[in-house]
């Protein structure tokens, strides 16, 4: 048995799909069958599939170890101890970050340690923004990009 407790960022999300972003390697099929069978509790109660989840919510998964993905440190954002951003804005729910020419966005191939979205989410994670552990629906994400020898905002 696990248990996943709601935190701020994943509250409000549909039962079956807080689930199915937190145990990934769970087909739909199954997940929706441990519901109906109650081997998926909500504060210690049979849940609907439809019930939304609140913050401070603890669910407890009677579900196969095999299901549940070992977190892996292979992450490019764990290697970044100081990451190269140029900050234009933030708040809670967006960054403005300055590209500079010659970063890519994303990772690419052997190029994937000093990206901008690894930088980005170093930030993120540093800051105390964003526990990738402890989160299962937010990541720090790009909503667009820009060619590799061009510098902008993204």
Not at 70 to 88: H, M
């Amino acid at each position: 048995m696990r248990e996943l407790t709601v935190n701020k960022n994943d509250a409000g999300q549909r039962l079956d799909r807080f689930v199915g972003k937190a145990v990934p390697l769970l087909p739909e099929s199954l997940l929706q069958k441990y519901i109906r069978l109650k081997r998926i509790k909500l504060n210690g109660k049979g849940a609907k599939r439809d019930e939304r989840v609140k913050q401070g919510d603890v669910l407890q998964l009677y579900i196969n170890d095999e299901f549940f993905e070992a977190p892996s440190d292979e992450n490019a954002y764990l290697k970044i101890t100081a990451p190269k951003l140029g900050i234009v804005y933030e708040d809670e729910n967006i960054l403005l970050a300055d590209k500079r020419p010659g970063v890519l966005c994303h990772s690419a191939g052997e190029w994937s340690y000093d990206t901008l979205i690894a930088n980005i989410q170093a930030h993120c994670y540093l800051k105390g923004d964003w526990n990738p552990r402890g989160e299962n629906s937010f990541a720090p994400a790009l909503c667009n990009r820009i060619d590799r020898n061009t510098g902008g905002i993204v």
